[in-house]
């Protein structure tokens, strides 16, 4: 029963706190799973975890945010009606734009509580930086609440924080600097300088990003035109066609390429007619080997140095180890009827 007394209020909702605390983590696991599996498909994220609010620290957020204001009005009160984020999920995107996109997403799907928008906020100010981010406040929508698996939450609010990287490193900060202790203006001026330089590389990433697409979307298209020469972008565009089931890294393309073209410069087409040409005989191969004795095994990138060794031995001489190339040219001998 709601009340004025403060101590009443706080015994009673340590009380509550205790009883539910198993099913608030519960609760917790089963909000990040939900906006986990609604949001994979379509965006890219660093991370998404929650926690249940500590029992004293709720009672000190209550009393610093809501208690005078209450007595002071006559109204009672219980605790846990409230502290929004007793469960408190934290996302964190890659880029600002989603920011926006996995709210609007999430409030078709939840049942919508409250909306803070520090987004448009901040934005709205021409002379002031700081902390960005959209906190929404959300309950299970009556599509979900009504399922047995989920029948148990149905009543628990929880707070969901939004941001992206750079948000939620300055939100950090920040909260660390500014806000624990008493500091000069002139520092504070300092520390908003410093907001404004994390805002700037949040849009250079995302600059960067679109950059970054358009000149892989360029490339691409024109990927087999014989003008291009070979490069790790339309490289990996000419390889997935010939393994398509294969991934290649990355963090391996440059190299290899670099390895390639360092040997005999070549376009891509060049390089694609390379592959088609001698991707048979080097299927071929590869199955010998694995009917063999020999323990040598073959990837793509294994294969890919075999087709341009047969192609030109003299000049791809060194793309294959000694022993590579001896097992191979015998088995050419044998087999290679061209």
């Known amino acids: 029963m709601a009340s004025?007394?403060?101590?009443?209020?706080?015994t009673a909702f340590r009380d509550y706190w205790n009883q539910h605390n198993k099913t608030l983590e519960q609760a917790k696991e089963t909000f990040v799973v939900i906006i986990n599996s609604l949001i994979a498909k379509d965006f890219q994220i660093s991370a998404i975890y929650g926690r249940v609010k500590d029992k004293e620290e709720s009672i000190r957020k209550f009393a610093h945010?809501?208690?005078s204001k209450l007595e002071s009005e006559g109204k009672p009160y219980e605790i846990k009606d409230h502290i929004t984020d007793l469960i408190g999920l934290r996302l964190v995107t890659l880029y600002e734009p989603d920011v926006k996109?996995?709210?609007?997403l999430l409030?078709?799907?939840f049942k919508v509580i409250g909306v803070t928008d520090k987004i448009s906020s901040m934005e709205s100010k021409e002379d002031s930086f700081g902390y960005k981010g959209l906190h929404v406040d959300l309950q299970l929508n009556s599509k979900r609440s009504d399922m047995s698996e989920y029948i148990n939450y149905a009543d628990y609010t929880f707070e969901l924080q939004i941001r992206t990287i750079i948000?939620?490193?300055?939100?950090v900060l920040d909260h660390k600097i500014k806000y624990k202790k008493a500091i000069p203006i002139e520092f504070k001026r300092r520390i908003n300088t410093l907001a404004a330089l994390f805002e700037l590389a949040d849009r250079e990433f995302m600059s960067i990003k679109n950059d970054t697409e358009l000149m892989e979307q360029n490339i691409k298209k024109a990927a087999l035109e014989e003008e291009n020469l070979l490069d790790a972008f339309n490289f990996l565009k000419v390889v997935s066609e010939h393994f398509s089931d294969y991934e290649f890294k990355g963090f391996k393309i440059d190299g290899?390429?670099?390895s390639i073209i360092s040997t005999e410069p070549m376009t891509a087409k060049?390089?694609?007619t390379i592959l088609s040409d001698q991707k048979s005989k080097i299927d071929l191969y590869s199955h010998y080997l694995q009917q063999s004795s020999d323990p040598h095994t073959m990837n793509p990138y294994t294969e890919i140095r075999h087709m341009l060794y047969v192609s030109n031995k003299e000049k791809f001489s060194d793309i294959l180890y000694k022993k590579q190339k001896d097992n191979f040219d015998l088995w050419l001998?044998?087999?290679?009827?061209s």
């Not at 996109?101 to 609007?104: A, G, L, P, R």
């Not at 948000?167 to 939100?171: G, L, V």
């Not at 001998?333 to 009827?337: E, I, Q």
């Open 4 to 10: 004025l007394d403060f101590e009443k209020e706080k």
């Open 333 to 337: 001998k044998d087999n290679d009827k």
């Open 107 to 109: 409030l078709t799907e």
């Open 167 to 171: 948000q939620d490193a300055w939100s």
């Open 65 to 67: 945010k809501y208690q």
């Open 256 to 258: 290899f390429v670099e």
């Open 101 to 104: 996109k996995i709210k609007d």
């Open 270 to 272: 060049e390089f694609n």
